[in-house]
């Protein structure tokens, strides 16, 4: 991957704003969504080795989602976008744990799990979980779901929250563009909304564990 550490965190000019609006088209924005998605990498990265630039060897070294049979990844290729087939190979593979409600790169198949969405498609999946819902937010997970027909994302926690973004069509206002997303975790990190702390939290004065959620590095400030 052609980039460095500065490339990396210099991520004002990817960020979603009135003045630079996500890309209106027919397709995923790839390469914005992977700068945007590598940042989050390497702030992780950095929090938990206390360190002020990413190691971009170690970085590269981490392998979860092509860490599995190559026929598997080759079926879940076979039926994505060509914009969606190019995120992954433009991404650092994330250490499990991701960020606060999601814990990897997922990249599912997913139709079953929308039963309400036609999908016109011959040989494309309608619907692919790109990140999957950390599983210590509750059962039936699910994750930031991508529509390949609309090219629009969305974030059901559970299968059962579902019912709040489908029929897609009669709950448009729940599907936003990918970047969108993930510049809104990056906005809630600047904000202090949600920190990155790799102490565990019997580590934690009373103080501080009382006053936020953790799940693994990230920590939740209500």
């Known amino acids: 991957m052609n980039t460095t550490p500065e490339h990396i965190l210099g991520i004002v000019d990817a960020l979603v704003s009135d003045e630079n609006p996500a890309r209106d088209e027919d397709t995923l924005d790839f390469q ?36 599995q049979p190559n026929e598997n990844i080759e079926v879940i290729r076979a039926r994505l976008d ?21 814990s990897r790169l997922r ?7 929308f039963p309400l969405e036609d999908n016109d498609f011959e040989d494309k999946e309608r619907v692919v ?11 039936h997970c699910l994750g930031v779901v991508y529509d390949q027909l609309n090219h629009r994302a969305s974030f059901p926690l559970t299968i059962e929250n579902t019912e709040s973004i489908e029929p897609v069509a ?20 600047r904000m202090g909304k949600i920190t990155a702390d790799p102490r565990n939290e019997r580590n934690l004065s009373n103080e501080e564990a009382t006053s936020r959620h953790q799940i693994g590095l990230w920590c939740w400030h209500p």
């Open 170 to 189: 009669e709950h448009w206002d729940m599907w936003f563009p990918l970047e969108t997303i993930l510049t809104l975790w990056i906005h809630m990190l």
């Open 129 to 139: 979980v790109i990140y999957d819902t950390s599983p210590y937010l509750g059962s």
């Open 107 to 113: 990249m599912k198949l997913a139709d079953e799990s």
């Open 32 to 67: 914005r969504c992977a700068r945007l998605h590598n940042y989050l990498v390497a702030y992780a990265y950095m929090a938990r080795n206390g360190t002020n630039t990413p190691n971009l060897d170690a970085l590269a070294s981490g392998s979860w989602f092509f860490n």
């Open 82 to 102: 060509p914009s969606l087939n190019s995120f992954p190979d433009s991404i650092y593979d994330p250490t499990p744990g991701f960020f606060y409600w999601v």
